[in-house]
């Protein structure tokens, strides 16, 4: 198994995880880019949005309730924050395991960079 975010579903690989449930787990990236910056990804391995196969669509659903519930208990629900999700090499995705991130607590500029 050579995907990065599987072994750390798995446990193979030490991640500061904040949360887990049967679909999904969260933990803090490892290169942070604002004081909140949080990793949800499926326990199961999906590539990417791309592979998303539609009747597994309510998983992304899921993920963006894990990141609002998230976003609540790390203190910036009222503040703002932003979730994201990449998908692809020009959409700057360099993790191929489907993954939202959730990025607050400073000011955020513009995102389409
Ligand atoms: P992407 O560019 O694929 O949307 O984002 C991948 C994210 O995963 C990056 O923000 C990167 O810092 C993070 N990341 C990559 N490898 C690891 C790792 O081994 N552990 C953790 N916690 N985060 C990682
Ligand atoms: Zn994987």
């Not at 990065?4 to 803090?28: H, K, L, N, S």
């Not at 490892?30 to 309510?58: D, F, T, Y």
């Not at 993920?63 to 979730?83: C, F, H, K, P, T």
């Not at 990449?86 to 607590?105: A, F």
């Amino acid at each position: 198994m050579d995907c990065i975010f599987c072994r750390i579903a798995a446990g193979e690989i030490p991640a500061d995880v904040i949360y887990t449930d049967e679909e999904v787990i969260a933990f803090r990236d490892i290169n942070p880019q604002a004081p909140v910056h949080v990793l949800i990804i499926p326990g199961e391995h999906i590539a990417s949005l791309a592979e998303l196969p539609e009747e597994k669509s309510v998983l992304v659903g899921h993920m963006v309730d894990v990141a609002n519930r998230l976003a609540r208990s790390e203190g910036i629900s009222e503040s703002g924050y932003r979730v994201v999700m990449n998908c692809g090499r020009q959409g700057g995705q360099d993790v191929l395991h489907l993954h939202m991130h959730l990025v607050g607590g400073r000011q955020l500029a513009g995102s389409f960079g």
